[in-house]
């Protein structure tokens, strides 16, 4: 079995790197996630402990998604020739 070389590493590091520059959306999925971590133990606190953690975490996230769509589609509203 061939193991890989530092040059193989540093070129695989490097074709990651410039997928990953491309591609936006899974790095903006990974900021949300990283985002609920906070969000959902306010949640957790402010309703009393009347929901289950998984309950908290899953409302958070779905707040996070609420204002993400509302901040877009406030901009495709009034600047749509940019979009």
């Keep these: 079995m061939k193991h890989p070389t530092f040059t193989q590493t540093l070129e695989d ?15 903006y999925l990974f900021l949300g996630m990283c985002f ?11 309703t009393g402990e009347q929901f289950s953690r998984s309950q908290a975490w899953a409302l958070g996230l779905l707040g996070l998604v609420t204002l993400s769509l509302s901040i877009y589609l406030f901009f495709v509203m009034f600047v749509p020739e940019k979009f």
């Design 13 to 27: 590091i490097t074709e990651i790197w410039s997928e990953w520059r491309k591609q936006k959306l899974p790095l």
């Design 36 to 46: 609920n971590l906070v969000v959902a133990p306010v949640v957790y606190a402010a």
